[in-house]
């Protein structure tokens, strides 16, 4: 599929008005995006997991105009207020997606949105919120053209939240989203995230991520200069071309329902994100004392006790603790009496896997 599969270019009539809205989820990444090119193109493929507990709804009220207007029209609710801090952000979403969904210009828009988490929790809010968004934008398509497949409106979803946020492609469906162009799934796109097509074994179902948050500031580096970071950086191929051998090696691993090889993987891809962070120029330091404090609290726990349980990392100071529902009472029990501690006034979130989006009107 190409870009063109998704330009809209039917003749429409809009009713006067219409409401829609979506409950998009979280992901995370289990191998890292991490350097794009122009268009929202990832410099290499990743894969995550759909999350469960974190996410944004969104509902989208939309009024005809008279005529189509030369800019969008709309304003934004930020969990109940009025909110231009946000707007900048949608803006250039819409501008991004104009081509493929003209029919926006012809209408107000009022956007209401809340997350299930605290703003202020150092999550990122952008890959469920621009995939609740586009699954919005979609729904209108929809109402105009109630022809489209399923499969066709979960694709244009995926591929209209990547111009908002590159990982919120992977925010449309659950519970394994693989994104990037990569030779050993054949169907993979750099355009849209899609479903793993493999067999993946019931060690992996139910899996667990508790969110532990270090530190619930502003992360000291946006996603977009993050990613800036990996052009001329000295790594980058290595980086780029170790994405693509971790992707090889989770086939197996998923098949085999091979744990121990499953947290080699998912710790280097993590450790190696912020080694990128802290070798390029400028170079940072998002890990706190703290997020190491967990790490060697973890590698001490599974060493000690043989428990599968590990940790991912986001580009920020939180730890992702992720482990298999055969041991969750343990893994719980550990995380309260040892890591808990750790964390920005005890707080943390229990997730898990999740299976996508859900249409909530
Ligand atoms: C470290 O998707 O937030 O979480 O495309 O600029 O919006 P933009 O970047 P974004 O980057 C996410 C980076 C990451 C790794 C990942 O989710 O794969």
């Known amino acids: 599929m190409t870009e063109n599969n998704f330009i809209f270019d039917d003749e429409f009539v809009i009713s006067s008005e219409g409401r829609v809205g979506w409950k998009a989820p979280s992901n995370i990444a289990l191998v890292k995006y991490?350097?794009?090119?122009?268009?929202?193109?990832?410099?290499?493929?990743?894969?995550?997991?759909?999350?469960?507990?974190?996410?944004?709804?969104?509902?989208?009220?939309?009024?005809?105009?008279?005529?189509?207007?030369?800019?969008?029209?709309?304003?934004?609710?930020?969990?109940?207020?009025?909110?231009?801090?946000?707007?900048?952000?949608?803006q250039t979403f819409f501008e991004r997606i104009d081509k493929y969904v003209?029919?926006?210009?012809?209408?107000?828009?009022?956007?209401?949105?809340?997350?299930?988490f605290p703003h202020s929790s150092g999550i990122a809010s952008s890959a469920s919120g621009m995939g609740a968004l586009a699954l919005c934008v979609m729904s209108i398509e929809k109402q105009l053209n109630p022809e489209i497949t399923q499969s066709y409106f979960n694709r244009k979803a995926s591929f209209l939240a990547r111009l908002g946020s590159g990982s919120a492609c992977r925010s449309i469906e659950g519970p394994f989203i693989q994104w990037g162009k990569y030779?050993?799934?054949?169907?993979?796109?750099?355009?849209?995230?899609?479903?793993?097509?493999?067999?993946?074994?019931?060690?992996?179902?139910?899996?667990?991520d508790t969110i532990l948050l270090v530190h619930k500031g502003q992360k000291t580096v946006s996603s977009t200069v993050g990613h800036e970071l990996m052009h001329n950086h000295p790594f980058a191929n290595q980086r780029?071309?170790?994405?693509?051998?971790?992707?090889?090696?989770?086939?197996?691993?998923f098949?085999?329902?091979?744990?121990?090889?499953?947290?080699?993987?998912?710790?280097?891809?993590?450790?190696?994100?912020?080694?990128?962070?802290?070798?390029?120029?400028?170079?940072?330091?998002?890990?706190?004392?703290?997020?190491?404090?967990?790490?060697?609290?973890?590698?001490?726990?599974?060493?000690?006790?043989?428990?599968?349980?590990c940790f991912t990392l986001d580009a920020g100071a939180n730890v992702h603790v992720l482990y298999p529902e055969m041991v969750k009472e343990k893994a719980i029990q550990f995380i309260q009496d040892e890591l808990v501690v750790y964390c920005e006034n005890g707080h943390y979130i229990c997730d898990r896997i999740g299976q996508g989006a859900t249409k909530i009107a």
């Open 102 to 116: 003209p029919f926006l210009k012809s209408c107000h828009l009022k956007i209401e949105t809340s997350n299930s």
């Open 183 to 208: 030779g050993g799934i054949k169907e993979s796109s750099n355009l849209f995230g899609v479903s793993y097509p493999f067999k993946v074994h019931s060690n992996f179902m139910n899996y667990h």
């Open 255 to 309: 098949e085999k329902g091979d744990l121990n090889e499953f947290i080699k993987i998912v710790e280097s891809e993590a450790l190696t994100l912020h080694a990128m962070m802290m070798t390029s120029l400028p170079y940072f330091i998002l890990m706190k004392p703290n997020t190491l404090e967990i790490i060697n609290k973890i590698w001490s726990f599974r060493e000690a006790t043989n428990t599968p349980i």
């Open 240 to 253: 780029f071309e170790q994405a693509h051998n971790n992707l090889d090696k989770l086939e197996q691993v």
């Open 34 to 90: 991490w350097g794009k090119k122009p268009n929202q193109i990832p410099a290499n493929p990743s894969i995550s997991f759909t999350l469960d507990a974190c996410a944004t709804t969104t509902t989208v009220t939309y009024k005809k105009l008279d005529k189509i207007s030369s800019d969008f029209s709309f304003d934004l609710f930020f969990e109940g207020k009025e909110n231009q801090d946000f707007k900048p952000k949608i």
